[in-house]
Antibody
Framework: QVQLQESGPGLVKTAQTLSLTCTVS??????????FSWVRQPAGKGLEWIGR???????NYSPSLKSRVTISVDTSKNQISLKLTSVTASDTAVYYC?????????????????WGQGTVVTVSS | SYEVTQTLSVSVARGQTARMTCGGN??????VHWYQQKSGQAPMLVIY???NRPSGIPERFSGSNSENTATLTISRVQAEDESDYYC?????????FGGGTKLTV
């Protein structure tokens, strides 16, 4: 059973870079046809998609965050990483990673079928 | 960029039917997925590609999608269904989530 686990600093200083890791267990990242997305949620607010990466390294990013986001994959460690630069208080949120199927290759089309439990990140000076 | 608009809140009594909508320009031509998020938990897929239920999701959950509105319907609502619900669509090169609907039972 595949599981995702986010990890990283819970507190980041304003203007610095937020770095998070999503570790995949119970299966190899490169063993299937999947994207892995990052999604965030400020307290009391809705979900915001940040971006995604295919296991080959192809990425897509939210237009509103594209200039500050980098998502990468390390298949040897079974991990996906998120870097968000020049953070402000508005980047304070719970950050989730999620697995996304690829069309007909996936049991549930291109939906997000597995989510991590999320990690809280606070940006403060 | 593409925008989707969800009903802000829905309130129903146990045993009744809850309907919540996700509106967007020609959303009927797009795949719509729905997620349930209980307080303090990660979202969970409840409907994929308009109307399909993942394994383990009760038959009470159903979906439809036509023209400019996608709808999530929960029949015979239970107390455990009280959650936030989000719709999701793909637009060109990025995912868009609706603002979420709060279901109160």
């Amino acid at each position: 059973q595949v599981q995702l686990q986010e990890s990283g600093p819970g507190l980041v200083k304003t203007a610095q870079t937020l770095s998070l890791t999503c570790t995949v267990s119970g299966g190899s990242i490169s063993g299937g046809v999947f994207y892995f997305s990052w999604v965030r949620q400020p307290a009391g607010k809705g979900l915001e998609w940040i971006g995604r990466i295919y296991t080959s390294g192809i990425t897509n990013y939210s237009p509103s965050l594209k200039s500050r986001v980098t998502i990468s994959v390390d298949t040897s460690k079974n991990q996906i990483s998120l870097k968000l630069t020049s953070v402000t208080a508005s980047d304070t949120a719970v950050y989730y990673c999620a697995r996304e199927g690829v069309g007909a290759y996936s049991r549930y089309e291109d939906s997000f079928d597995i989510w991590g439990q999320g990690t809280v990140v606070t940006v403060s000076s | 960029s593409y925008e989707v608009t969800q009903t802000l809140s829905v309130s129903v009594a146990r045993g009744q039917t809850a309907r919540m909508t996700c509106g967007g320009n020609n959303i009927g031509s797009k795949n719509v997925h729905w997620y349930q998020q209980k307080s303090g938990q990660a979202p969970m897929l409840v409907i994929y590609k308009h109307k399909n239920r993942p394994s383990g999701i009760p038959e009470r959950f159903s979906g439809s999608n036509s023209e400019n509105t996608a709808t999530l319907t929960i029949s015979r609502v239970q107390a455990e269904d009280e959650s936030d619900y989000y719709c999701q669509v793909w637009d060109s090169n990025f995912w868009v989530f609706g603002g979420g609907t709060k279901l109160t039972v």
